[in-house]
């Protein structure tokens, strides 16, 4: 769908081109259709911030600026390119999803994520969440139990230049003790209670937001207190299952 779209923009210029300036502007629209497919990008992006994020009740600047920046089009299959804006959840590989964009924007509001934070992820997936938790924090740790999702998204990830992003593959619900305590813990996976290592890896003051339940989900945010945790049930979501649960 989107190729036809694509020559025809770079046809069309290139008609303009040679009314304006004869020949010689031909060999530019060579390589006119990354560019021009950038900009088409970009200006989805603009639409799904203002209509589905800003136009809904996300409004902390930085979050908004993160998700109008991570080009979600690369994070998604290609197969699903032409709907990577859309106000959908979609598949990626091996039966797991990459999040509604809402979704995203939502949790990483709810984190309230600084520049000097250092955060953890659990359930990397395509790596588009990191990609947003890259743009506002100091640096991510994201861990993926499926091994080829997680090479995939290391990869990516690097290609993008994300490079205060750390991707493992490896069993979340351990948490990832080396690189502990974190300020944030966002688990994008649903287990059915809130496995007590990440509580541990968390600092004082620190932050979590977890879905927890099994089939539809509550999306839990919880602060570690000296009282200890506080926690506000927000959303109904569906995640994927946690896996791996150690018995
Ligand atoms: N945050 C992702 C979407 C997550 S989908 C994105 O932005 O694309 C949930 C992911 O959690 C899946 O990739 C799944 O394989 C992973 N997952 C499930 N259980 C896990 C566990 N115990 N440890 C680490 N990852 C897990």
Not at 28 to 44: K, L, T, Y
Not at 123 to 134: F, I, N, P
Not at 183 to 203: C, F, G, S, Y
Not at 225 to 240: E, M, N, Q, S, Y
Request: with cysteine; proline share 7%.
């Amino acid at each position: 769908m989107l190729r036809p779209l694509q020559r025809a923009g770079c046809f069309g210029r290139l008609v303009a081109a040679r009314l304006l300036a004869g020949p010689l502007l031909a060999a530019a629209c060579a390589g006119a259709g990354q560019e021009m497919s950038d900009e088409r990008w970009a200006a989805e992006r603009q639409r799904m911030v203002a209509q589905q994020l800003r136009g809904r009740d996300i409004r902390n600047e930085r979050v908004l600026e993160a998700l109008g920046r991570v080009p979600r089009h690369r994070f998604v299959p290609a197969d699903h390119q032409a709907d990577a804006y859309t106000d959908f959840p979609l598949p990626i590989d091996f039966g797991q999803t990459i999040s509604q964009p809402y979704i995203v924007a939502f949790m990483t509001e709810a984190l309230e994520v600084a520049a000097d934070h250092k955060v953890l992820e659990i359930g990397t997936g395509s790596g588009y969440q990191a990609a947003v938790l890259g743009e506002l924090a100091h640096e991510v740790f994201t861990i993926e139990i499926v091994e080829p999702l997680a090479e995939r998204s290391t990869a990516l990830l690097q290609e993008l230049g994300y490079r205060n992003v750390h991707v493992r593959s490896g069993n979340g619900y351990a948490g990832w003790p080396e690189q502990a305590p974190f300020d944030r813990i966002i688990v994008t996976a649903a287990p059915d209670e809130v496995p007590k290592p990440l509580i541990e890896q968390l600092k004082m003051d620190g932050v979590i937001a977890v879905p927890v339940g099994v089939g539809e989900q509550v999306l839990q945010v919880m602060r570690r207190t000296p009282a200890g945790l506080t926690t506000i049930k927000t959303l109904p979501v569906r995640f994927v299952p946690m896996t791996g649960k150690p018995k």
